[in-house]
C-alpha cells in the first residue's frame, strides 16, 4: 500500500511540475508579445530615422601621402590637393605597355585642364603620376620614374613611392590605375587604359 501510495504522490508531482512549466512558457512567450515587439519595432525604426537623416555613407577616403618627384625635385603634399578642387592620381609603371600607352593621353588631359592657354584650363585640378612599384620580377625606382617622364616630355608630376605600397593602400594591384579625389574622398576609380574622351568625361563629371 505504501508503494502505491508513493507512486501517486510521484505522478501528482510530476504534473504539478509539467503545469507550473506550463505556465512559465506560457508567461515568457506572452512577455515576448508584449514588451519584445514594441520593442523591436522602436529599434528598427530608430535605425531607420538614423540611416535616412544622419547616416552618410560616402565615398571611400583616400590614402594621404608625400611624395617627391624625382625630376625636380620638389616634394608634393596630398593635403595641399585632395581639398581643393579636383585631383587624379595614376598609379603606373614605366616597364608597363599600357601605362606606356596611356602617358601621351595623360599630356592631352594636362594640355586641356592644366594649360592656362587652353580654353578649359581650370585651376581647381590637379594630376599626378605615382610609380615604384613591382612588375614582374623589377621595380621602378626613383631614376627609372625621372628617365620616363622626360623620355615623354610630360609636364606634370611623376612622383616616386619608396614605401611600393600606396598603390595597394588604394586597392590596386594592375597597372595603369587611376582614381579621381573630391574633398579628399574617392569619387571614381579605374584600372585599365582610357582615351582622352572616356577620361575627360570623367573629369567634367566631378568638376
Known sequence: MASKRK??????????????????????????????????????????????FF????????????????????????EDYFNDGLTFVEFFNTKCHHCQEQEPVLQEIYDNYMDEQSVNYTSSFHMF??????????????TTISNFKTDYGSQWPHLYDPSGELMGDYGFSSYPSMVLIKKGEIVYSHSGKLTESQLSAQIDKYL
Open 7 to 52: 507512486r501517486k504522490l510521484e505522478k501528482k508531482a510530476s504534473r504539478e511540475f509539467q503545469d507550473k512549466m506550463v505556465a512559465r512558457r506560457a508567461a515568457t512567450s506572452n512577455a515576448l508579445w508584449t514588451y519584445g515587439l514594441p520593442l523591436a519595432i522602436i529599434l528598427v525604426v530608430g535605425l531607420g530615422i538614423y540611416f535616412a
Open 55 to 78: 547616416y552618410e555613407l560616402g565615398d571611400p577616403k583616400a590614402e594621404k601621402w608625400e611624395l617627391e618627384d624625382p625630376q625636380t625635385g620638389e616634394v608634393f603634399s596630398s
Open 129 to 142: 603620376s605615382i610609380g615604384g612599384y613591382k612588375m614582374g620580377s623589377g621595380q621602378d625606382s626613383a
